[in-house]
Nanobody, 123 residues
Framework: QVQLVESGGGLVQAGGSLRLSCAAS?????MGWFRQAPGKEREFVAA????????FYADSVKGRFAISGDNAKNTAYLQMNSLKPEDTAVYYC???????????????????WGQGTQVTVSS
């Protein structure tokens, strides 16, 4: 069983930046970030494939967030810039054991999940 440990959440003013990290305890082949705001469904934010480093983003974060992965460390990072109050949510990282039939923006295609880290953006 692979464990995911997230870090980097916190409180920031609108326009500020935060960097989230997610470290996996074992071998994985891709990682994604999802977020869930109070009263809303969990939504896809970004994902990165260890194969070729392909990245995927939700339209709401394109140009502001950047995901990267270090496959030697089994760690992914989410650099969040120009944060907005609507980015406030619990952010969850997720990982996959295989890229076969992987659909990066679909939560059900991930095998492991982190415990979540709170990101709060004040206006």
């Amino acid at each position: 069983q692979v464990q995911l440990v997230e870090s980097g959440g916190g409180l920031v003013q609108a326009g500020g930046s935060l960097r989230l990290s997610c470290a996996a305890s074992g071998r994985i082949y891709g990682m994604g970030w999802f977020r869930q705001a109070p009263g809303k469904e969990r939504e896809f934010v970004a994902a990165v494939s260890w194969s070729g480093g392909s990245t995927f983003y939700a339209d709401s974060v394109k140009g502001r967030f950047a995901i990267s992965g270090d496959n030697a460390k089994n760690t992914a990072y989410l650099q969040m810039n120009s944060l907005k109050p609507e980015d406030t949510a619990v952010y969850y990282c997720a990982a996959v054991q295989t890229l076969v039939a992987w659909y990066p923006s679909s939560a059900r295609h991930y095998d492991y999940w982190g415990q979540g880290t709170q990101v709060t953006v004040s206006s």
